[in-house]
């Protein structure tokens, strides 16, 4: 059965004039339609219409953790579908998928994070990590208790709440809820670290923490929300203990601690969760959505602690917070055969030895003349971009120094993620590392190829 007619890049193109792209400039767009039709894809490479074939050198996004085109995966979304299309897990309904799934994921979090919400995107996972504790104070008597502190260059979604979240860069022009949050300063040593040491920058940034809960009052502050590694706000590790350290002051003014692993779970960095396991501290809540399914399906989790949850499930109250799709039977399907599939073929472990040499690949690029710093872990890094090495000076936008990479490194067949004046780089976890070499290669020549027509 052909479900829809094949098309060609021109066709799909006419069509897609229809589609609103997310995080594009519209006008662009318009302007120049210059866009790649991806229609196929398989292991860590895709297939564009015009029969080119790229290495996936971003994942999907940050997702595609296991490689695509999964036999196992697709397998079981298929079966669960034909068992149970869908039911929803509102009222008193559940079903064995769901259940399975949540346990799954209670047994891999941290020691007390053993109940979760279901959801399908890393914006509403987020999202509903606020409500749950907003109405966890209104359920102890503090309803004042309800700013958020967040950070300069985080990332965590784009719904009206989750995009207030995030950095304020990524709302320009458009409006968040007002009010609620307060960003601290920026972790990125290289960047906000001048003077000083790295232990000397980790003591300012705990400062900072101290200084504003007692400006705001620990009464008025619900939540500290931080990605373990920065992503999407230019990929940015944090001074070492800096993780432990915060959590110990949140913990010190009864402010919960929400870990967001939409990106740095389900072994990215080698591990199923960052948080413990790699920064050495325990949060209250972890958000996750992404490699949970490796993009197989839309899916997000919320993972609370069992003192939230007990606080939320007293009697005297209802949990009035659902989606139509929580929990979906296929999605969660597709998160129980995509973690088995990791732990059969010890995809995490693996991570620790090629995500190592991805990340020393990537960081063996410092020489060139315009590579101002390459950051990150394993498979999650990022390679900023400056006129000036010794200044640290950036490209001015009009110089699109990022999309210029990017084109010309697709052009050698890799796709990488321009970002302002950084390149992301955020791939499956099964490259080999002969595909670890090539993406050396097509880097080190794209860079050389955009210096040069500086
Ligand atoms: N948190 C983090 C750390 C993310 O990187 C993202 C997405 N890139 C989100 C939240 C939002 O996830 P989604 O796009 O699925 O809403």
Redesign the pocket.
């Known amino acids: 059965m052909t479900i829809k007619p094949d098309m060609t890049t021109d066709g799909v193109l006419t069509a897609d004039t229809h589609l609103i792209q997310s995080f594009a400039d519209l006008n662009l767009l318009k302007q120049d339609g210059a866009r790649t039709v991806i229609v196929g894809a398989e292991g860590s490479m895709v297939r564009d219409s015009e029969g080119n074939e790229l290495i996936d050198g971003i994942g999907g996004?940050?997702c595609v953790n296991v490689g695509h085109g999964r036999k196992e995966i697709i397998d079981a979304i298929a079966q669960q579908l034909n068992q149970l299309d869908f039911y929803s897990t509102f009222y008193n309904f559940t079903h064995p998928t769901a259940a399975a799934l949540a346990e799954k994921i209670a047994s891999l979090a941290p020691g007390p994070l053993n109940k979760v919400y279901f959801a399908?995107?890393?914006?509403?996972?987020?999202d509903s990590a606020i409500r749950i504790l907003h109405h966890y104070n209104n359920r102890l008597g503090r309803p004042k208790k309800k700013k958020i502190l967040s950070r300069i260059g985080?990332?965590?979604?784009?719904?009206h709440l989750?995009i207030a979240m995030t950095t304020p860069a990524y709302s320009d022009g458009w409006d968040h809820a007002e009010g609620l949050v307060h960003h601290l300063k920026s972790p990125h040593f290289w960047r906000e670290g001048d003077g000083m040491t790295e232990a000397e920058f980790c003591d300012s940034l705990v400062q900072d923490l101290k200084d504003t809960i007692e400006n705001i009052g620990a009464e008025n502050i619900a939540t500290f929300i931080a990605?373990p590694v920065?992503?999407?706000g230019g990929v940015v590790m944090a001074p070492d203990g800096y993780h432990r350290r915060m959590a110990a002051v949140c913990e010190d003014y009864d402010i919960k601690y929400i870990a967001?692993?939409?990106?740095?779970a389900f072994g990215r960095l080698g591990h199923f969760f960052a948080s413990q396991d790699i920064f050495g501290y325990t949060p209250d809540i972890i958000?996750t959505?992404?490699g949970l399914t490796s993009g197989y399906q839309?899916l997000?989790a919320t993972i609370v602690s069992d003192e939230i949850h007990e606080v939320i499930s007293r009697p005297g109250g209802m949990f009035l917070h659902g989606m139509t799709y929580s929990g979906h039977p296929a999605a969660a399907a597709a998160g129980l055969a995509n973690i088995a599939l990791m732990e059969k073929e010890q995809i995490p472990e693996r991570v620790r030895t090629t995500g190592k040499l991805f990340e020393n690949t990537l960081k063996g690029l410092s020489d060139l003349h315009i590579v101002g710093e390459v950051r990150g872990s394993h498979f999650m890094m990022g390679i900023e971009f400056v006129k000036d090495k010794a200044t640290k000076q950036g490209f001015a936008p009009e110089d699109a120094i990022g999309l210029k990479l990017a084109r010309a490194a697709q052009k050698r067949g890799l796709i990488a993620r321009p970002l302002g004046n950084i390149l992301i780089l955020s791939p499956t976890l099964i490259l080999t590392e002969q595909q670890i070499g090539q993406i050396g290669n097509i880097l080190r020549d794209s860079i050389e190829e955009v210096t040069r027509s500086l």
């Open positions: 996004l940050w399908n995107s890393g914006s509403v996972a987020n985080a990332y965590h979604g784009s719904t989750s990605e920065q992503g999407a967001d692993e939409v990106v740095t958000t959505a992404k839309p997000s």
